[in-house]
Structure formats: C-alpha cells, structure tokens
C-alpha cells in the first residue's frame, strides 16, 4: 500500500471517528429528551428491561456486520451510562429540592465535602462551606448562616464531628443537621446529645467516593435515628436520582459496616503489604485487578481509614475472621491434598456473592 493511500484510510478513519462522536453527542441529546418525557408522565429513569433489549440489538446488529458483539454491548453501555448520567443530572436541577434554601456543608473543602457542595448547588441550595480550609469571607458567610440554615451537612470526620455536635447543644442549629460519618460508634452520644438539645438530626452513609460519575451504581444508606421529619427531609436530597437509597437501624449500621468497609479494606491493606518489592515484569488479570483495588486503598486518608478500623467496635472480629481464613487456606495448602482445597474453593462459592452485572 503506497504512502498516498495509507492516507486516505487514515483520512477516512479520522472521518467515521468524528462522525463516531457526533452521533454520540446526538445520542445523548435524545437520552436527555427520553429523561424529560420521564419526568413529564413520572417514570423512573432507569429501565432496565429497555436497556436489555438496546444491548441485544447493538449485538445482533455487530454480529450482522461481523464485528465482535462484545465490542459493540460494551460501546452502547458506555453510552447508556452516559445518558442515564446526563438524566441523573438534569432530574437533581429540575427537582429543585433547595430552591430558595441554605445549606452549610461542615468539613467542605474534604474531598467529600467538595462533593456534596457542588450536589447540593446543583438541587437549588446557596451553599457555604464551614472549614478552615475555606476562604475567610466563605467561612463568615457560613457562620452567619448557621444558625437558621436549612440544612446542616457534616463532612468532617466522625471524632470532629461528634465534637461539633456538643457544642452545638448549646446553641442548636434550627435546621436539620446530617452526618455522612462511614463509623457511627463515635457520634452516638453526642448525636443524641444534640438531639435531647432540640435538635433536628439525621445520619446517612454515601457508599460511594467523591470520584463516582454515576450514581446509579451507587447505595446510600439512610439510619434511623428517630426522627422521621429529618430523615425524610435528607431523603428527598436524593430522591431525583438513581442511587438505591437502603433504611436501617442506626445501632445497626456499624456490624454491617465491618464487613463492607473494615474487612474489604484490611483485606486490601495486606494485599498491598504482601507485595513485593520488586515489580514484576509480568503480570496476571486476577493480579492488575487486586494490585488497582490496594493501589486505590492505600492512597485514600489515613486517618480516615484509621478510624473505619479502629473506631468501629466490629471491625476486631471481621479481621479476625480474615486471620482465620489465611490460616485455613495455608493449613489446606500444607496437607498437600487437593480435595480439601478444592472444598475450600466451594465453600468460598457459597459466600462470595458479586453484584450481577448490569446492562451499564
């Protein structure tokens, strides 16, 4: 093939990819109109059984034209979730929970503060962050609010802010005041505290990072802490999208906790301690996906992820639990007997229970 012609494909190639892009950028001007006619007849955003039948067309279609079908679903899934994204978007603007409503984000300069911040901005809110990170004139304006702010958002940690809530006990904010605290064990008395105080206090948990693009792919989990009216109030924050909101006891969610966070994390932790040194020059799948997971943990703030382990009461018997499993695994191995290995390969069966795989 001559220099002259290699050109011209690549000529046309750079022509279907802008072509490629633009009916993408089509594509998801249409999603936001299907989002709009959602809204208008109060249908849920996501559809999961349209979205099967989007996925089985781009592969019948893919395998029509010889390509690999896996190629196209994974495409069309990207651009599903970019639509259902955009939707997201426009239902958290569109439902306008904050109109004409403050908000003061505690802690608002923390990655997850930042978060919040700019959620709440988007549902109507003036927002103010409160945080010796933040500029002088935004922490005036969030002191001066405080007191008759309509939502008070905690996002510092859970020792500061059980702090906080003391203090505030003396003088109560009159809106209703919410942790997004990953360990509850710490504010437990000066939650209740502040609550005999007179105040209007909520709990939640995001269970999610302040990097998530989607949160459909999200839970955030509401405690009860016995007030109804605040804990309705936080939950309509997030009603308009498509995170699965999940209600539980507030004296419950830290034993479920040792497991999600505590142990998932610890788990991680040792892994990358086990590394060695040296990287190696080559790598296995089943190796990238671990080494990314305790890559992404062991970056995250210490202290933080200190106090998932250290305050949280279940956090000794969930690690222990992971002793045991190494000891097991490595009394297995010594026995030199391949059946008792294989029973514990089914026993891990009966356990681990991933997430099923969605259409985006």
Partial sequence: MSDTSLDHVRERIRQIDRELVERAAERLQLAKQVGEIKRRNHLPTVDYAQERAVLDRARSTATEHGLDPSLAEDLIARLIRASV???????????????????VVVGGEGRMGRWMRQFLSAEGFRVGSMDPASSDAENAWSREAFATADLIMCCAA?????DLYMQWTRTPPKGVVVDIASIKTPLLP??????????????????????????RDADIVLCDTGDADALAQVERLFQPTT?????????????LMADLLSLAHATA??????????????????????????????????DVYYEIQARNPHSFGAIERLRSAIDTLTQAISLEDSRVFAELMREGQTRAHPAPTGAA
């Fill in 243 to 255: 995170a699965r909101l999940v209600r539980m006891p507030l004296d419950e969610h830290d034993r």
């Fill in 158 to 162: 859970p020792a500061t802010t059980a």
């Fill in 85 to 103: 994204n955009a939707q997201d978007q426009d239902s958290i603007r569109f439902s306008a929970a904050g109109a004409g409503k403050t908000a």
């Fill in 190 to 215: 000066a939650l209740r505290a502040l609550q005999k105080a007179g105040a209007r206090v909520a709990s939640i948990h995001p269970m999610f990072g302040p990097g998530i693009a989607l949160l």
């Fill in 269 to 302: 932790i040792c892994f990358a301690l086990a590394l060695p040194k040296q990287e190696h020059p080559v790598r296995s799948t089943t190796f990238l996906a671990l080494e990314r997971l305790a890559a992404n943990v062991v970056r995250e703030s210490p």
